[in-house]
């Protein structure tokens, strides 16, 4: 009886079934894993502060 | 500028440490606040460095190419981050190499054609980063692309990718009575030991060159674009999550450290409210966020 009473609920407060949604997050991958120097005055081969070598060709962000 | 024998970042309660193990190598600070580089702290990670002739050197196994600023390679347990600048082709212009979780490692710097009287940045751009990225992803801290500012003790993350608005924003909170800008581009966010989310701020600013070595409890985050008019969306959960997460600076190289950085972000939105904001440049959009937040 009381288990039939639980199963009861649990049937009763099952949750309605909802489709998956698939929703696609915009990545940039070239911020993302820093394959770029973020400005002039940031760190970098082409920052102000640069010392050891030489222009930078990777400027990007 | 001093020249010197040992140098030190401090960024997120983390302290990565460079002592040179050659006498004709000299470091200088990097980008910032010097508040950045005061060292004091025992160092979390210490990197030994010394010149090498890197066009020798061999790089293990890829894991990551970037094809452009930098590489990672395996040899063993051993990661070398090896930093790259095109007018050297291949060779790298620095290695760091370490153990995945040890606190020591080193730092080989390509001595070339250089000067060796020249004094080095030995954690130039992109190499701290890297290193912070990967000590943070093991120390319940993330590196997120977004300005912060703190207004009367509460930390405000305004999230977003290039050209979003971070550094407009920044420029916005710049003036404002009482708020102070973390950072106009990096913010690091770690899990403290009071159970609370803090946001710290860091020396890679952005064009606004706004960066201050303080740090303030995270109270609400905002995940920036333009828009026509200033409006607060609410972001489920998973929203939230992956906004974050496409805003973030990963390990994509180590999986169970995206793993944690993965349930450090679940977390988090469960604790910090976090909503969409498409906004108009100018005092409204400032207002607006402190009617809010």
């Known amino acids: 009886m009381a288990e039939n009473a639980s199963k009861e609920t649990r049937r009763e407060t099952k949750l309605p079934y909802a489709r998956p949604v698939l929703r696609k997050v915009p990545l940039r991958p070239e911020e993302a894993v820093l394959g770029f120097c973020k400005s002039s005055n940031a760190a970098g081969p082409s920052g102000a502060n640069c010392i050891p070598i030489g222009p930078c060709n990777t400027q990007g962000t | ?293």
């Open chain 2, 1 to 293: 500028m001093d020249s010197l024998a040992a140098a030190s970042l401090t960024v997120g309660g983390l302290t990565l440490a460079v002592r040179a193990s050659d006498a004709r190598l000299r470091f200088t600070n990097g980008p910032g606040s010097d508040a950045f580089y005061a060292g004091g702290a025992a160092p979390d990670v210490l990197l030994h460095a010394r010149f090498e002739d890197l066009d020798r050197w061999k790089p293990g196994e890829t894991v990551f190419d970037t094809h452009g600023s930098w590489r990672l390679t395996r040899e063993g347990e051993v990661l070398s981050f090896a930093c790259l600048a095109s007018h050297l082709g291949a060779v790298p212009y620095k290695v760091a190499r370490l153990r995945p979780g040890d606190a020591e490692g080193e730092l080989l710097i390509h001595r070339g054609a250089r000067d060796t009287e020249a004094a080095v940045e030995p954690l130039q751009f992109p190499l701290a980063e890297l290193l912070f990225i990967d000590l943070l992803s093991r120390r319940g801290g993330v590196l997120v692309h977004a300005c912060g500012v703190v207004v009367n003790g509460r930390g405000l993350l305004f999230t977003g990718h290039s050209q979003a608005g971070k550094t407009t924003t920044a420029r916005l909170w710049e003036n404002v009575s009482g708020a102070v800008v973390l950072s106009d581009d990096r913010i690091v966010l770690r899990l403290e030991e009071d159970g609370r989310y803090w946001m710290f701020g860091t020396p890679w600013h952005g064009d606004a060159a706004l960066s201050v070595a303080e740090r303030a409890p995270l109270a609400a985050v905002f995940v920036l674009e333009h828009g026509d008019r200033n409006a607060f969306v609410d972001l489920s959960k998973v929203e939230a999550v992956s906004s974050l997460l496409a805003r973030s600076f990963l390990p994509f190289h180590d999986p169970s450290a995206m793993d944690s950085t993965l349930a450090l972000l679940e977390e988090l939105v469960d604790a910090v409210p976090c909503r969409r904001y498409p906004f108009v440049p100018g005092p409204e959009a400032v207002r607006c966020v402190l009617e809010k937040a």
